[in-house]
C-alpha cells in the first residue's frame, strides 16, 4: 500500500524540495588522513548489517500495545479527557503515537541520509568523505527499517513534524561545509539516540527493542564521527565563527525541544491545538522525557569547543546545562555493546532451539523404531 494512503494528516507537497547551494569539494590526496577517522571508517565497513536478515521480522506487534507504553505517560492521563476514554479509544491513542514516534525517526533518518550525501559531496577531508559514505548507506537502511514496521506492523503514519523540518531544511540550506555535521551529527542524531534509547530501555516488545538497539549500534558511531570532524575544525575558527555555530545550536535545541510535544496526535483527538500544548507542558513524563533528550547533545557541543556564555544560558534556562559534564564516551559504548548484548542472547536461543530440535527428531526415530 502506497504510504500516502497511511498517513494520519495529509503530508504536504511531495517530493519536498529543499535548494542546495556550496561547493562540491574534491581531494587530490589519496594516501593521507587521520588515524581515527580512518579508524572509523574501517568500522563503518566492519559493521555494515542487513536489515532484513539481522531482525526478527516474523515478530507480531500488536499497533495498539506497540511498546507497552504503561497509562502514566500518556500525555492525557490524569485530564478530563483521559477519564472519558474507553480501553478502545487508549488503545487508538498508543496506536497513534507509536505511530508519531516512529514517523518521526523515519523523517529524520531520510533527512540524515540526505545530510550524509551533502557531507561526502562537501566536506574537504577525504577521509571524512570516506566515513560519510559509509553512513549513507546506514541511513538508507534505518529508513527502510522504520518504514517497514510502519508499514507492516503499525499500518499508520505521521507526517514530519514542523520543527523537525525546519532544522533539516535550515542544516542543508547553509552553504557552510560543516553545518550537515552540525544540523545532523551532533543536534539530530543526538537526540535521537536519547530517544531511541528511552524506548530501547523501557519496551518490554522484541520487535522495536530490537530495531532501536541495532539501530542505535551505527548512530553511536555517527555521533563519534561528527565529534571528531567538529572538533578538529572548530579549533581553527574566529570566536565570530564560534558564536556564529552556537546562535544555531541554540536555535536548533529549541526546535527540537519544541519538536517532542506530539500535539499533532492530540489534535487527531479532537483536542484543541492550545490545550493540547498546555497538557504537553505539564505532564511530568515529557518533562523527564525533553531532558533526558539532550543527554547526548548537551555533552557533545561542549566536546567539540562550542560553550560559550549564550550557549551556557540557553541550556541552563531549558534545565540541562549539567548534563555537560556527562560521560560522552561511556554512552557510545554501552550503545554498541547492547547490540552485540541482544545478538549474542538471540543467537543463544537460536542455538538451544536448533539442539532441542534435533533432540526431538532423534528421540522420535528411536521411539519408532
Given at each position: 500500500m502506497p504510504t500516502h494512503d497511511l498517513y494520519a494528516n495529509e503530508p504536504g507537497a511531495s517530493p519536498w524540495q529543499v535548494p542546495a547551494t556550496g561547493a562540491a569539494r574534491f581531494s587530490w590526496e589519496y594516501d593521507d588522513g587521520r588515524d581515527r577517522l580512518l579508524a572509523l571508517?574501517?568500522?563503518?565497513?566492519?559493521?555494515?548489517?542487513?536489515?532484513?536478515?539481522?531482525?526478527?521480522?516474523?515478530?507480531?506487534?500488536?499497533?495498539?500495545?506497540?511498546l507497552g507504553t504503561p497509562d502514566e505517560s500518556m500525555?492525557?492521563?490524569?485530564?478530563?479527557?483521559?477519564?472519558?476514554?474507553?480501553?478502545?479509544?487508549?488503545g487508538e491513542l498508543r496506536l497513534h503515537y507509536a505511530s508519531w514516534q516512529f514517523s518521526q525517526f523515519l523523517h529524520g533518518e531520510q533527512g540524515a541520509m540526505i545530510c550524509a550525501a551533502r557531507i561526502v559531496e562537501s566536506v574537504p577531508d577525504l577521509d571524512a568523505k570516506f566515513y560519510s559514505a559509509t553512513q549513507t548507506m546506514d541511513e538508507a537502511r534505518h529508513a527502510e527499517i522504520y518504514g517497514r514496521f510502519l508499514h507492516e506492523k503499525i499500518g499508520l503514519v505521521y507526517p514530519v513534524n514542523d520543527n523537525l523540518q525546519s532544522l533539516l531544511g535550515d542544516t542543508l540550506r547553509d552553504t557552510r561545509w560543516d553545518m550537515p555535521y552540525l544540523g545532523m551529527q551532533v543536534l539530530i542524531e543526538g537526540l535521537a539516540l536519547a530517544a531511541f534509547g528511552m524506548i530501547r530501555d523501557t519496551t518490554d516488545k522484541p520487535l522495536p527493542q530490537q530495531i532501536l538497539t541495532y539501530v542505535m549500534q551505527d548512530?553511536?558511531?555517527?555521533?563519534?564521527?561528527?565529534?571528531?570532524?567538529?572538533?578538529?575544525?572548530?579549533k581553527q575558527l574566529?570566536?565570530?565563527?564560534?558564536?556564529?555555530?552556537?546562535?544555531?545550536?541554540?536555535?536548533?535545541?529549541?526546535?527540537?525541544?519544541?519538536r517532542l510535544r506530539g500535539v499533532e496526535v492530540l489534535e487527531n483527538f479532537g483536542i484543541p491545538r492550545a490545550e493540547a500544548e498546555v497538557f504537553s507542558e505539564r505532564s511530568e513524563f515529557l518533562q523527564l522525557f525533553r531532558k533526558l533528550l539532550f543527554s547526548r547533545i548537551v555533552p557533545c557541543v561542549k566536546d567539540i569547543g562550542l560553550w560559550g556564555k549564550r550557549l551556557q544560558q540557553a541550556y541552563a534556562d531549558m534545565g540541562v546545562f549539567e548534563?555537560?559534564?556527562?560521560?560522552?564516551?561511556?554512552?557510545?559504548?554501552?550503545?554498541?555493546?547492547?547490540?552485540?548484548?541482544?545478538?549474542?542472547?538471540?543467537?543463544?536461543?537460536?542455538?538451544?532451539?536448533?539442539?532441542?530440535?534435533?533432540?526431538?527428531?532423534?528421540?522420535?526415530?528411536?521411539?519408532?523404531?
Open positions: 571508517y574501517q568500522k563503518g565497513k566492519d559493521k555494515q548489517w542487513d536489515g532484513q536478515q539481522r531482525i526478527d521480522w516474523d515478530l507480531e506487534v500488536d499497533p495498539h500495545d506497540a500525555t492525557l492521563y490524569g485530564t478530563r479527557y483521559w477519564d472519558k476514554l474507553t480501553d478502545k479509544d487508549k548512530e553511536a558511531r555517527h555521533v563519534a564521527f561528527g565529534r571528531l570532524a567538529l572538533r578538529d575544525y572548530y574566529t570566536d565570530a565563527e564560534l558564536r556564529e555555530r552556537e546562535e544555531f545550536v541554540i536555535e536548533g535545541c529549541y526546535l527540537m525541544r519544541d548534563l555537560g559534564d556527562a560521560n560522552l564516551d561511556l554512552l557510545m559504548t554501552q550503545d554498541e555493546e547492547l547490540a552485540e548484548q541482544l545478538d549474542a542472547r538471540r543467537f543463544a536461543a537460536e542455538e538451544r532451539d536448533r539442539i532441542a530440535e534435533v533432540r526431538e527428531t532423534i528421540e522420535s526415530g528411536a521411539a519408532e523404531s
